[in-house]
Nanobody
Framework: QVQLVESGGGFVQPGGSLRLSCAAS????????MGWFRRAPGQEPEGVSC????????YYADSVKGRFTIFTDNAKNTVYLQMNSLKPEDTAVYYC??????????????????????WGQGTLVNVTE
């Protein structure tokens, strides 16, 4: 059964860091674009960052540029999101998703999990004092 399982969320103070992980099973990242998305209460979903597992090209939302880094470990079939200098406005449920047809930029701009082939259940990031 295909699964994407996110982990690494939690509570952190402003200025702190977290690393989210998304482990894929029953498919290989090599042929997919992977993305991290977030949804805060009462807000539209946002494409945070996306990456092509085949060529490493990336896309970042303006709100996270310079603070977040997306990367993959294809040997572990896992995609990561390193989040530094966290702000209260980064508080949201973070989801990862995979798709074999979208481009990196398009996937992040669309930001609708139901449009993608696979997505996980999400992990909560809460940035608070």
């Amino acid at each position: 059964q295909v699964q994407l399982v996110e982990s690494g969320g939690g509570f952190v103070q402003p200025g702190g860091s977290l690393r989210l992980s998304c482990a894929a099973s029953e498919f290989t990242l090599d042929y997919y674009v992977m993305g991290w998305f977030r949804r805060a209460p009462g807000q539209e979903p946002e494409g945070v960052s996306c990456i092509s597992s085949s060529d490493g090209s990336t896309y970042y939302a303006d709100s996270v540029k310079g603070r977040f880094t997306i990367f993959t470990d294809n040997a572990k079939n896992t995609v990561y999101l390193q989040m530094n200098s966290l702000k209260p406005e980064d508080t949201a449920v973070y989801y990862c998703a995979a798709d074999g047809l979208f481009t990196v930029q398009a996937m992040c701009i669309v930001a609708r999990l139901s449009q993608f082939e696979y997505w996980g259940q999400g992990t909560l990031v809460n940035v608070t004092e």
